[in-house]
């Protein structure tokens, strides 16, 4: 029997009204003001996005190419799919921009409609944008924003140093490149549908959640903590768009169309909300947060789906979402896909990541553990070898195998959650956050003394196979670091397989599993955080290999072209 044929038979055996016999006429239930306002934005979003444009088009040969390529960073970088498009971004920028700074001043030469157009070209190469839909006069909206991005480097304003470090020069540089990322992202995409949501789901988790002792918190700071769990949440979004959001909303208009007295004062607070970002986005409160939100982002990600069902006839949503049987049976068959996808996408993250993690070890094999082992006079036979390249791989196999989307039932309290969030008259659930939880101080410190040991115990009988193995020393340091990065991208996959759970129940296998691979994940996550900063792979593909890439893919378009001119003459 199908999992979806499950997920209908529970429905019909726990509502009132099984879903085959909808009443179309049935009365319309007054929906939450939250939900009304995201309907109205979502549809005045949808009718500003229709007008007519001259689109951007580049040379089919060429986008196959790109996207090829992309495949292989895709491997390499480790990254999210809705990361992807821009890291993209954040590479065409490095690319075009580094070879022109100078510290934190650029040299006046830099052509920035170039930039933009270059940009804009290389996402729809690579297949992150469609061939042919994206508007030329984008191009101009984007330069204007680099513009002011480029502005800020030229005349940053530090107030703790005299003379920047260097590594701070290069860092705030890198955060300023990112946010003009974020901000060209969302000009060529017009997330729509996404912005709305995470405002929705904002305005409501506000409105429910509840700090204790009251008053210990500033409305403002508690709004900025639920919206940036929301961001982690509902679209797992990094922490550089958060800030790029937070800067946004708190400069209004002016960050969006500046005068040159904004841009001034942009260059001297953005150096200063840099530097104090850490306490925002690691506030104290912040898992409280974040474990609150994670159980209602199934809500706004099926909503989110109904919303892309009716994106070409908007003027039934209205009459869809105040018809709650109707609704259900919709929300129920958006569940269903997404259970689906859900399946394939944990499959292509296990693949994806265990490559990541296989091609990074020849990396290191080659370019660090052999020269290092030559150094302390050891070598690798092709049993060592073998063991250094199989087992982190068969470790993330088992790992992987195990990880399983949830069971039939859990739609039935996944469709409770949603008539709850979406219409009033329902039993609203309220949540508090305590600034201060009361705990055992002997629990806690046996708890912290269980977690340590755990860890070390992990990582020492991991070292120690490879120790036995007659591996390099040096290498059974690499490979057991190689392991706990393996357990982080494992917990990765597992976090995405609750995605459509909507409480924090688990069952007693995943205790355990959580007691062995949550310690270990945590070094994996600290090591995945400074792979992703000195990726040596990504830095040779970008500087070594992209570069030349981009000079062979712009000569093939402009060939073609050519070509294609040619042949028209001959008439």
């Known amino acids: 029997m199908s999992d979806t044929h499950d997920h209908r038979e529970n429905i019909e055996a726990h509502t009132e009204t099984p879903i085959i016999a909808i009443d179309p006429n049935a009365p319309t239930r007054q929906l939450l003001p939250h939900i009304q306002k995201m309907l109205d934005d979502y549809l005045s979003g949808l009718e500003s996005a229709k007008r007519a444009v001259t689109p951007i088009h580049v040379d089919d040969i060429a986008l196959r190419i790109a996207k090829f390529y992309e495949m292989i960073r895709k491997v390499v970088d480790w990254k999210e799919d809705n990361a992807l498009r821009r890291s993209a971004i954040e590479r065409v920028l490095k690319r075009t921009l580094f070879p022109k700074l100078s510290k934190l001043t650029l040299n006046p030469d830099v052509d920035t409609y170039r930039v933009a157009y270059t940009v804009t070209a290389d996402l729809i190469r690579g297949g992150h944008l469609l061939n042919d839909e994206i508007p030329e006069e984008s191009v101009l909206i984007i330069e204007t924003a680099l513009k002011k991005y480029l502005y800020i480097l030229a005349h940053a304003t530090f107030t703790k140093f005299e003379q920047i470090p260097l590594k701070q020069q290069i860092n705030f540089a890198m955060f300023v490149i990112e946010l003009a990322s974020c901000e060209i992202e969302d000009i060529l995409t017009n997330p729509v549908k996404e912005r709305v949501l995470i405002e929705g789901m904002t305005t409501m988790m506000n409105d429910r959640i509840r700090i204790r002792p009251e008053g210990a918190m500033t409305d403002d700071e508690k709004k900025t903590q639920v919206y940036i769990a929301v961001c982690r949440t509902l679209f797992d979004l990094d922490d550089t768009f958060i800030m790029a959001q937070l800067i946004k909303f708190t400069y209004n208009k002016a960050w969006t169309t500046p005068t040159a007295q904004d ?39 099926l909503i989110g789906d109904i919303f892309d069902t009716y994106k070409d006839k908007p003027e039934e949503l209205q009459k869809l979402l105040g018809n709650k049987e109707r609704y259900v049976e919709q929300i129920t068959v958006a569940y269903d896909k997404r259970y689906h996808s859900l399946k394939s996408r944990l499959t292509r993250l296990a693949i994806f990541s265990t490559l990541s993690v296989f091609l990074s070890n020849w990396a290191t094999f080659f370019i660090v553990e052999i020269p290092l082992a030559s150094i302390f006079y050891e070598g690798f036979n092709w049993f060592t070898a073998a063991i250094d390249f199989i087992v982190p791989t068969v470790v993330m196999a088992l790992l992987v195998s195990i990880i399983r989307a949830p069971g039939a039932e859990n739609i039935i309290s996944v469709l409770t959650a949603v008539t709850q969030s979406t219409y009033g008259g329902e039993k609203t659930m309220l949540y508090d956050v305590y600034l201060k939880k009361k705990r055992n101080k002997f629990f806690s410190l046996f708890a912290i003394v269980l977690y340590t040991f755990m860890m070390f115990g992990v990582l020492g009988g991991t070292g120690y ?3 036995i193995a ?33 409480d924090d129940s688990s069952s007693l296998f995943e205790f355990f599993m959580d007691m062995l691979s949550v310690p270990i994940a945590r070094v994996g996550s600290w090591l995945a955080a400074k792979w992703k900063e000195y990726n040596i792979v990504a830095i ?12 062979i893919l712009d000569f093939i378009e402009n060939w073609s072209q050519y070509i294609k001119e040619r042949r028209a003459d001959l008439h």
């Open 540 to 551: 040779l593909l970008t500087f070594l290999v992209e570069t030349p890439m981009v000079v």
């Open 263 to 301: 841009l001034a004062i942009f260059a001297k607070d953005i150096p200063a909300l840099w530097e104090g970002s850490s306490h925002v986005l690691e506030h104290p409160l912040a898992r409280q947060f974040y474990a609150i939100c994670e159980r209602l982002d199934t809500v706004y990600m």
């Open 465 to 467: 196979v490879f120790y």
């Open 470 to 502: 007659k591996l390099p020393i040096t290498s059974v340091i690499f490979d057991t670091f190689t392991i706990a990065l393996t357990f982080f991208a494992a917990v990765l996959i597992r976090n995405k397989s609750k995605e459509l759970t909507v």
